[in-house]
């Protein structure tokens, strides 16, 4: 057998479904991984799915000790005709070799990343849910997994995926949040780690999270690293204003992490012909569109929510209601036309899905 065909161990003990409307979000986990491994000598080799089951390392491994992790987040969705769709799964597999490039990591061949998740998803396929709003979210992940206390990248690898049935984000309606502006914590730097998905950005923002959340926040509003005035990120979503009918999201400047949810966005705003722009935007800017009455709508943007409306940011004592704390028009059409291309109510004119057809097998 080629060292690049992808062998199937399916499981004789498949585990009972969760009730699809209390499924929440990463609690469950589906019947099958899919795993490949990598060393200096093979490269990445030996895809395979096998029953879903823990990874026994050895505590010297180097994935304990200096967080040389990415990852990524995507989805699977089940459309009204059956068809199971991917939403702009390219998009993942060149923001993973970026993260990889970044830190380290050997890159993996997109027809490697997408036949092994295609092949897990058709092995577990009856695993996604159908119930309006939920979907089935897909990890994709890379540890090192050479024995070794040196500081240095790893001469080992390996790649997983595992999937997890979960719930709409959304049960109650989209409901729009308080967001704490963070001036004490930073997410990333220009030079650092930002513009990667890997383990230690996300660690390094939970005191900041914690704040929030001690405040009655929701989510945290990060700022730049240097001069703490410009806007980069909301919680871990990219984020958009639309003041005095254009809308404005940060541009992609070496700390702010590329969404692909934050890419359709600003494309079909072009096609609506709707005005939108990358720049820098401070939060003074904010403010002063505040007070002259001119911000009409804020949004966060991620594969999980895929729009998370802003009610509020509370900066020290002030706080800013934003539309009322009401869900605005543009978000909510946003939210229904990417919700409706992913799920294959709204026709995909922009050939942004991608079908898992039935295996041979
Ligand atoms: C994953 C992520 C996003 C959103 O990316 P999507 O591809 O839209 O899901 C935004 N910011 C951070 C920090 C992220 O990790």
Known sequence: MSKREITVVRTTNGKARPDPNHLGFGKYFTDHMFVMDYDRENGWHSPRVIPYQPITLDPATMVFHY?????????????????????????????????????????????????????????????????EGTSLYIRPFILPTETNLRVAPASSYKFVIILSPVGSYYPEGINPVGINVEKQYTRAVLGGTG?????????????????????????????????????????????????????????????????????????LLQEWGIPVTERKISFDEFVKAYQEERVEEVFGTGTAAVISPVGEFRYQDTKYLINNRQTGDLSKKLYETITGIQTGKIYDEFGWTVEVKSSGM
């Open 67 to 131: 967080g040389q992790t990415v990852f990524e987040g995507l989805k699977a969705y089940h459309s009204q005709d059956g068809r199971t769709l991917l939403f702009r799964p390219e998009k993942n597999v060149e923001r993973l070799n970026r993260s990889c490039s970044r830190l380290n990591i050997p890159e993996v061949e997109e027809e490697a990343f997408l036949s092994g998740l295609k092949t897990l998803i058709q092995v577990d396929r009856d695993w996604i849910p159908t119930t």
């Open 195 to 267: 513009t990667a998905k890997t383990a230690g950005n996300y660690c390094a923002g939970y005191k900041a999270q914690q704040k929030a959340s001690e405040s009655g926040a929701a989510q945290v509003l990060w700022l730049d690293g240097i001069e703490k005035k410009y806007i980069e990120e909301v919680g871990s979503m990219n984020i958009f204003f639309k003041i005095d009918g254009e809308v404005v999201t940060p541009q992609l400047n070496g700390s702010i992490l590329e969404g692909i949810t934050r890419m359709s966005i600003i494309e």
